[in-house]
């Protein structure tokens, strides 16, 4: 497959054209740089100075695409200029050269070009002094200095700021990424935490809606029916309440609720849980003030573990244990665990979900599971250090 050589860039076009038509128009106003008397001059008349002059200019075109090519071919042509009549714009050119190979060719290469033109301004400094003894022989090291270092020194000078400059935009990109990743996690770490909270707090109530709903309409019984009535209203009056303080987070953007459930309540919540219909007790080790995260955390737990144990428990005892030990407060749940022809309230399924994500939160371990005849709900939450014991 055959390879395209690559596409001069329209401004080295532009260098090239300009470079070529000022040296012509110097060779018709008969302009050079040494007359044609200069010894070194071994091509009189003005017309050689064309040919060193065309190449430089088809140079340029590559100065860009290919630096070190151009430098190199540049190179042979301004020798061969030295030995014409020399043309002024040869010498412009050349120094386009050596600029261009700094400022666009590999890094290694734009080091090694500014030793070299550097030693070579040395010698041309020392060695014609060190012969002639006259202090015009200074004068050749100053002319390679500006041909070939100056440009040189310039090409690095500007490359290290156009480098600077990219590393600092690059900088500036990741940064504004990382910035918006670490938004959108918030984002997403907000929108679990209301998921959680909006479940917790309203399944509950629905739950028991919907279970004393489906007894008032199947058993043809009003004393029942009013009595379902009753726990239907209350926990639809406590739903709404719920719904009314997480709708009023969300407006007021406040990161907690105004009232977060502690251990204290959780015996109004028990006691809740029997007037829903199940047969639960409550045991708990009286212990020094936890962790605020930590007591939200367990209420949230036993909450959700009653809801899911009022909507798929089979009838009989459902226990609430919480102990405090080895620096952590264990969480345990059980209830009877067996054949149900199916829920007697639908769930989302997120009630596991959430809990696994509130003790994960706090750097603690959770299961759920059968034991035996039992289905067993455990956590362990750990407490901060500062945490008296």
């Known amino acids: 497959m055959a390879v395209r050589p690559p596409r001069p860039h329209r401004f080295d076009a532009y260098i090239a054209g300009g470079g070529l038509l000022g040296g012509l128009l110097l060779v018709l106003f008969g302009l050079s740089t040494r007359p044609s008397s200069d010894p070194i001059t071994l091509f009189d008349g003005p017309w050689p100075v064309l040919v060193p002059l065309t190449v430089l200019a088809g140079c340029e075109l590559l100065r860009r695409a290919a630096p070190r090519v151009a430098l190199l071919t540049g190179t042979v042509a301004i020798c061969a200029d030295v030995v014409t009549q020399g043309s002024l714009a040869s010498v412009l050119m050349f120094t386009d050269l050596v600029y261009a190979a700094v400022l666009y060719g590999p890094l290694a290469s734009a080091r090694r070009i500014q030793w070299i033109t550097g030693l070579l301004t040395v010698v041309a400094t020392l060695v014609p002094f060190a012969v002639w003894r006259v202090p015009e022989a200074l004068l050749i090291g100053v002319v390679v200095g500006v041909v070939a270092y100056g440009p040189a020194a310039t090409g690095w000078i500007v490359r290290n700021h156009r480098d600077a400059a990219e590393a600092a935009r690059l900088r500036a990109e990741q940064t504004?990424?990382?910035?918006?990743?670490?938004?959108?996690?918030?984002?997403?770490?907000?929108?679990?935490?209301?998921?959680?909270?909006?479940?917790?707090?309203?399944?509950?109530?629905?739950?028991?809606?919907?279970?004393?709903?489906?007894?008032?309409?199947?058993?043809?019984?009003?004393?029942?029916?009013?009595?379902?009535?009753?726990?239907?209203?209350?926990?639809?009056?406590?739903?709404?309440?719920?719904?009314?303080r997480l709708i009023g987070i969300l407006r007021d953007g406040d990161e907690e609720p105004t009232a977060v459930p502690t251990l204290d309540g959780l015996a109004a919540l028990v006691e809740a849980a029997r007037t829903n219909g199940l047969d639960v007790t409550l045991e708990t080790e009286q212990a020094t003030t936890v962790p605020a995260p930590v007591e939200l955390a367990a209420y949230r737990i036993v909450q959700e573990s009653l809801t899911n144990a009022l909507k798929h428990a089979c009838p009989g005892r459902v226990t609430v244990t919480l102990a405090r030990r080895d620096g952590s407060l264990d969480v345990r749940v059980t209830s009877p665990y067996g054949h149900r022809d199916g829920p007697r309230a639908p769930g989302s399924g997120a009630g596991l979900v959430g809990m696994r994500e509130r003790v994960a939160l706090l750097g603690g371990a959770f299961a759920a599971g059968p034991e035996g005849t039992l289905w067993a709900v455990r956590a362990t939450l750990p407490l901060t250090d500062g945490d008296p014991a």
Do not use: Y
């Open 176 to 244: 504004a990424l990382l910035a918006e990743m670490d938004r959108t996690q918030a984002v997403t770490a907000e929108r679990a935490r209301m998921a959680r909270e909006l479940h917790d707090m309203v399944a509950n109530h629905l739950s028991a809606i919907a279970i004393h709903s489906t007894a008032a309409l199947s058993l043809d019984d009003p004393k029942t029916s009013a009595e379902a009535l009753g726990v239907i209203r209350e926990n639809s009056v406590k739903g709404l309440a719920e719904m009314r």
